[in-house]
């Protein structure tokens, strides 16, 4: 079963300014907006999400959702993740792309926990992460497990 989530993008502005308003906003119904803009590399505001960032936050986002599901299902108790992700832009063959994302999760589990289950469902997320599917950079898996 397919599923849509629609967005609108708005930028008002004048491209004949040669140091025109990279800012936008997007929205989406019942959500709040966000403020969004192109990387400070490319004249836009550092304040503000860019698509680089919102690919690897996607990303990152996808595979921690996708972890949590699976290790509730083995039943495996997870008590905390915070990854330090990180979305590698790169020009390969003439073409500027995101070339690797970097998954760093600290994922904290309670005492005698099976660190090797973790990890083996940490990758195997990676698997059935709807993102990760989607796109064509690498993914780099370096989980750090630690009992709580």
Sequence with gaps: MAHSYPLTLTWTGNTLDG???????????GKHPLAVSSAAEYAGDASRWNPEDLLGSALATCHMLTFLALCAKAKVEIRGYEDRAEAVLDTV????????VHLRPVIRVPQGTSMAKVVELFGKAHKYCFVANSVTCETVLEPRVIEV
């Design 19 to 29: 140091t025109y308003n990279r800012n936008a906003t997007v929205t989406s119904a």
């Design 93 to 100: 063959d003439k073409v500027t792309r995101i070339t690797q």
